[in-house]
């Protein structure tokens, strides 16, 4: 069984910066891209970062381009997303979510190409 857990959300001010984190298990971490994904009360989910399998490819919107990064560590079978300058406009709940390809591609932000998605983890920045 397939389990995906977030961590590192919270409450912070615009301009400070938040590490999240996701770890999955019951697959072969190293085998999947991955993606961080979005949702704000009353917004459609956004895609905000895919990394490929091997971490040699990234991609993100430009809303969020220069300011967050994304990482993973295959031997601890974690996903990272380094938040940094955020702003009111980032508060949502933030997912994980575990891609069925192996390289991120323009259509990375589709959310059916990710079989396995996390519970989420809440981001608030207030101004």
């Known amino acids: 069984q397939v389990q995906v857990v977030e961590s590192g959300g919270g409450l912070v001010q615009a301009g400070e910066s938040l590490r999240l984190s996701c770890t999955a298990s019951g697959l072969t971490f190293g085998d999947y891209a991955m993606g961080w994904f979005r949702q704000a009360p009353g917004k459609e989910r956004e895609g905000v970062s895919c990394i490929s399998r091997g971490g040699g490819g990234t991609y993100y919107p430009d809303s969020v381009k220069g300011r967050f990064a994304v990482s993973r560590d295959d031997a601890k079978n974690t996903l990272y997303l380094q938040m940094n300058s955020l702003k009111p406009e980032d508060t949502a709940m933030y997912y994980c979510?575990?891609?069925?390809?192996?390289?991120?591609?323009?259509?990375?932000?589709?959310?059916?190409?990710?079989?396995?998605w996390g519970q989420g983890t809440q981001v608030t920045v207030s101004s």
């Open positions: 979510a575990i891609g069925g390809f192996l390289l991120c591609t323009t259509s990375w932000t589709r959310t059916a190409r990710y079989p396995y």
